[in-house]
């Protein structure tokens, strides 16, 4: 069945009892079917696993988090994230104008990962939608991610 979808979709077969045995070849699948044959991915993922080691620094980050909200519309127990209520939600907000000059350095510098959330609620931003979309204009993110709990998400959205 596995083998179907992915020759469907044009993908080499894989055997898929061998490759859950093996932690490296999961991992090299994953990264194949992210980075396909893009020398670029390959390179940074080379980085982020092996310069750590050496205690390499580059120039740049490989990775960079800019965190839109630092609240969150929910009251988990494990999280410690204050709650929307607790907080004025826009006064904790980074403005478009400022994001964007953020994502701008980013770009010139060639940052291969973004993440444009990690602690709060992303979508309880105004502006998320415009600031994926900048962000992916730019052509140079390798990687552009963002965390959310998905409550808050629409189907247009």
Known sequence: ???????????????????????FLKRLRTRY???????RYWWY???WNIYPRFQIVTKF????????VNTCNLKCIHCNAPHMNDVDVNAKLLNF??????IDEAAENNLPS????????VFLHKDL???????SSKKTFLELSIVTNATLMTPEK
């Open 97 to 102: 104008e400022f994001i964007k000059e953020i």
């Open 61 to 68: 980050p490989l990775h960079l988090i800019i965190e839109l």
């Open 1 to 23: 069945m596995y083998n179907m979808v992915l020759s469907k979709f044009g993908r080499i077969n894989v055997n898929v009892g061998f490759h859950e045995r093996s932690p």
């Open 45 to 47: 993922r080379f980085q």
């Open 33 to 39: 079917i992210k980075g396909g044959f893009n020398f």
């Open 114 to 121: 973004l993440m444009v959330s990690y602690g709060g609620e």
């Open 129 to 135: 939608i415009k600031v994926l979309e900048y962000a």
